[in-house]
């Protein structure tokens, strides 16, 4: 006679990041015809098992996947693939923001060894990382996924993706860690930072921080000791000529003032608006800044007050490093 089987059995593991696509709003489907695909449509599909490696997870999928959507952006849910199509001249770079993300995020929980990627092309990349993967701010993946990683932070991404990563990190301390398991390479997830913030690798102490002003942490709004590690957020000393964040696309209008001494001495870079003047925009920068990755102002000596007054370290200098994906 017959059982009647009124529950089924599922992974524990694929539950909690089934649950975390949901939350963000993705549904995933199993398919034979594709390692891992989005419809622009709010659907992800992944292989199903027997089509998967034996060291690939769902979660690790999923994971991998919800990477890729933080690096695109929100617009990317609606279109195919994240708007990646494997081939183009920017395929590569996004793949290694991708997988900065991927070592950052897995590693605020001790989880890189159980979400490592497993296909050649991504691990060749992610076994040469090590340490502060953010370091190299001239890295265009490296910009990508530090404006990424600000996204992790807001909807629909958070907090949904940080509870899944911490209900994995439970589930790993509850599972024996049997030998050549992906289990066994779960390592228990760095302390906080003293101030608060994630805990960092950079080679480096918060006396030596860009964000340390006198006593006090801009990033933390609180008072740190010198002698601290570097947390996540850590930047050397900054360099103007080095970032330019100011005058690209931080800001989209210089506004400046009829009296100021740059509207005669400088004119051909002056815009009247009417009811103001501005700066002239060459797309998303300023028309006076040239370069790239080593920037200079053509007009500096009669920039107007607007930029003399822009200070080096200041609150407006972080927000502006924080929109062109040059800090946390």
């Known amino acids: 006679m017959g059982r009647t089987v009124t529950h089924r ?8 990041w089934l649950h975390a696509a949901q939350r963000i709003g993705l549904r995933v489907t199993r398919t034979r015809d594709a390692y891992a695909a989005t419809d622009g449509r709010g659907t992800l599909a992944i292989a199903t098992d027997e089509n998967l490696d034996e060291d690939d997870s769902l979660g690790q999928m999923i994971f991998h996947e919800l990477c890729h959507s933080l ?10 693939d994240w708007g990646m199509d494997n081939t183009g001249p920017d395929h590569e770079w996004r793949e290694h923001a991708c997988l900065r993300v991927q070592w950052v995020l897995a590693g605020r929980h001790g989880l890189r060894g159980l979400f490592a990627p497993t296909t050649d092309f991504r691990t060749s990349f992610w076994n040469d990382l090590s340490k502060d993967v953010l370091a190299d701010r001239d890295d265009r993946s490296t910009q990508a996924a530090i404006a990424a990683l600000r996204r992790a932070e807001h909807p629909p991404w958070g907090p949904a993706l940080g509870d899944a990563l911490a209900a994995t990190a439970r589930l790993a301390r509850e599972i024996p860690a ?5 289990w066994s390479l779960v390592v228990p997830p ?9 805990a ?3 080679d480096g102490t918060c006396g030596g921080c860009a964000w340390r002003a006198g006593a006090k942490c801009r990033q933390a709004e609180k008072r740190v000791e010198a ?3 570097a947390c996540e957020r850590f930047e050397p000393a900054l360099d103007c000529q080095r970032c330019g964040a100011c005058c690209r696309a931080a800001y989209h209008s210089v506004e400046v003032g009829r009296r100021d001494p740059c509207v005669k001495k400088q004119p ?11 700066i002239k925009r060459d797309g998303d920068r300023c028309a006076a800044l040239q370069g790239d990755r080593h920037y200079l102002c053509v007009i500096y000596d009669d920039r107007p007050r607007t930029c003399r007054d822009f200070t080096l370290g200041s609150a407006h200098c972080l927000t502006a490093r924080r929109r062109v994906g040059l800090s946390l």
């Open 178 to 182: 049997a030998p050549g398991t992906l």
């Open 190 to 198: 760095p302390a906080p930072h003293p101030s608060g913030l994630a």
């Open 200 to 202: 960092g690798e950079a």
């Open 9 to 16: 059995y599922i992974d524990p593991l694929a539950q909690i």
């Open 227 to 229: 002698a601290w590690a």
């Open 71 to 80: 690096v695109e952006g929100e617009d990317s849910f609606r279109t195919p």
């Open 268 to 278: 051909d870079f002056i815009v009247d608006r009417g009811s103001y003047l501005e």
